[in-house]
């Protein structure tokens, strides 16, 4: 079964600074997909980066970029120069097997507060 | 990218009522995906939906209390039967795009009272 850990229940970090939101992972798999996802109070479900397990380069997107570390089963979140608008819940994801498709599996989720 | 809207937006339902919730995808996709997020909690699948065959459902869903049709490319609809306060949640449909993305909709506040 494909399992995802988010140990962090809510983080603070100051504007500006760059925070580091965990997630592992477990899956007897050697294609996979991880994703992360902010939801901000409002509900929505914002994209924020994908990384595949063969991917050689970790991914970046902006302002986010992600730290994979294979042999670890990690997939953490770095968000640098952080800013008001970031605070939100953030959710780690797996990819699974859906027939044809995927669907998500989701972690527990990191609240994080960006404060002035 | 797909765009997906869903109707209600959010409802407020009396115990033992039903709701039925829509979901619309600017382009036609093979599997729409439902899920719930009840309130402080993550999004867990409630089930797959493939055009033109019944929907599977995840461990601890069942159809008679959420029953789903698909009849076409472009929609889907979830219904919530014989609603009790404990499934007062925020239901989201989601599809999958043409490479990694995942695509939601901007979800369904209900709350049962």
């Known amino acids: 079964a494909q399992k995802i850990t988010q140990t962090q229940p809510g983080m603070f970090v100051q504007e500006k600074e760059a925070v580091t939101l965990d997630c592992t992972y477990d899956?007897?798999?050697?294609?996979?997909?991880l994703f992360w996802y902010k939801q901000p109070s409002s509900g929505e479900m914002i994209f924020l980066i994908y990384?595949?397990?063969?991917?050689?380069q970790n991914a970046t997107e902006g302002r986010y970029s992600l730290n994979f570390q294979k042999a670890r089963k990690s997939a953490n979140l770095v968000i640098s120069a952080s800013q008001l608008g970031d605070s939100a819940m953030y959710f780690c994801?797996?990819?699974?097997?859906?027939?044809?498709?995927?669907?998500?599996?989701f972690g527990k989720g990191t609240s994080l507060l960006v404060t002035p | 990218s797909a765009v997906i809207s869903q109707k209600p937006s959010r409802d407020i339902c009396q115990r033992g009522t039903s709701l039925t919730i829509q979901c619309q995808v600017d382009?036609?996709?093979?599997?729409m995906f439902w899920y719930r997020q009840q309130p402080g909690q993550s999004l867990t699948l409630i089930a797959t939906?493939?055009?033109?065959?019944?929907?599977?459902?995840e461990s601890g869903f069942v159809i008679d209390k959420f029953p789903i049709s698909r009849p076409n490319l472009t929609f889907s609809t979830l219904t919530v039967s014989n609603m009790s306060p404990e499934d007062s949640s925020i239901y989201l449909c989601?599809?999958?795009?043409?490479?990694?993305?995942?695509?939601f909709g901007p979800g369904t506040r209900l709350t049962v009272t």
């Open positions: 989601s599809v999958a795009g043409g490479g990694n993305e995942q695509y």
């Open positions: 899956t007897s798999d050697q294609s996979y997909g």
């Open positions: 990384q595949g397990s063969y991917d050689e």
């Open positions: 994801a797996m990819r699974v097997r859906r027939f044809s498709g995927y669907a998500l599996n």
């Open positions: 382009s036609q996709v093979t599997m």
């Open positions: 939906a493939n055009q033109g065959s019944e929907a599977t459902y």
